[in-house]
């Protein structure tokens, strides 16, 4: 088992969760709650894994509060 780093946000026009996993290619999905956005994620991770371990293109750091003004 592996586990990945999911960015999520609140799409403002929808309503719904979007999420992505940084750096892994087609991992994308959305979903009304954070549970269902999950799993979503976990589907579409799981599809794209039987194609073999994905080279991934980022790796997620970390989030910073920035100051401005």
């Known amino acids: 088992m592996q ?15 979007v999420g992505f996993i940084p750096g892994f290619p087609g991992a994308h999905s959305q979903g009304e709650t954070v549970e269902e956005l999950v799993a979503n994620l976990r589907e579409v991770a799981a599809m794209l894994l039987e ?9 997620f750091i970390g989030t910073q509060n920035i100051m401005v003004g």
């Not at 586990?3 to 969760?17: H, N, Q, R």
């Not at 194609?51 to 790796?59: F, H, N, S, V, Y």
């Open 3 to 17: 586990s990945y780093t999911a960015v999520i946000e609140k799409d403002p026009d929808t309503g719904l969760l």
């Open 51 to 59: 194609d073999g371990q994905p080279k991934l293109e980022a790796e």
